[in-house]
């Protein structure tokens, strides 16, 4: 069997070697083209919704510190009172244990009297899921609390509050013995827990 006999490199095959490396390099160019376009592209839509996500956590932490200043500002005070426990100091946004461990948290806002302190946590919106986060925030400031000798004969209770609650997670709340407080209008209001209703102490 003879071998093959190469084909003799003619000017018009060298020519054509050239077309065809040319519109090879065009198509990968114009490949990266359209990737670099779509990775803009992309690029561009997740600042979108970055930026979006930021101004709707902005909104919704404005949301949550305006609760708060209408709790603070409002009869919430009074409210509890009514309830016997009579309120003397108050403070937001409370950190506490060390920050960066399982121990450490923080409370928007609580009320105390010396002997009872009303731990509270504030949502838009709060969920079953977030009465549960407390009671575990509540079990933590406890541990937290009782490290320091001056404090270890106060009870904490809990509280939960929302521009909006719904019935289901209020009836869930009480089961689980924490307060919840709505927001009506400009206003705050304890909702009246059912009578059988005990607040849990921590």
Do not use: C
Not at 35 to 60: F, G
Not at 101 to 116: R, V
């Amino acid at each position: 069997m003879s071998e093959q006999q190469p084909t003799p490199l003619t000017y018009e095959g060298i020519l054509e070697l050239f077309r065809q490396t040319r519109e090879q390099m065009q198509e990968t160019d114009r490949r990266i083209a359209q990737m670099n376009e779509e990775a803009r592209q992309r690029s561009q839509e997740l600042d979108r919704r970055m930026d979006r996500t930021s101004r709707e956590i902005s909104a919704l932490g404005s949301r949550v510190g305006v609760i708060v200043e209408n709790m603070i500002g409002g009869d919430i005070v009074e409210q509890f009172q009514a309830l016997g426990y009579t309120v003397t100091a108050h403070y937001r946004n409370k950190v506490f244990g060390i920050k960066g461990t399982s121990a450490s948290g923080e409370i928007d806002l609580i009320l105390e009297n010396g002997d009872i302190v009303i731990l509270i946590e504030v949502k838009t919106r709060p969920k079953a899921d977030d009465v549960l986060d407390h009671i575990e925030r509540l079990e933590k400031y406890r541990s937290h609390a009782g490290k320091n000798s001056h404090v270890e004969r106060r009870q904490f209770i809990g509280a939960i509050a929302g521009a909006s609650v719904d019935p289901d997670v209020v009836k869930f709340a009480h089961r689980k013995g924490l307060y919840v407080i709505v927001q009506a209008g400009r206003t705050v209001e304890i909702i009246t827990p059912p009578e059988d209703f005990v607040a849990k102490k921590w």
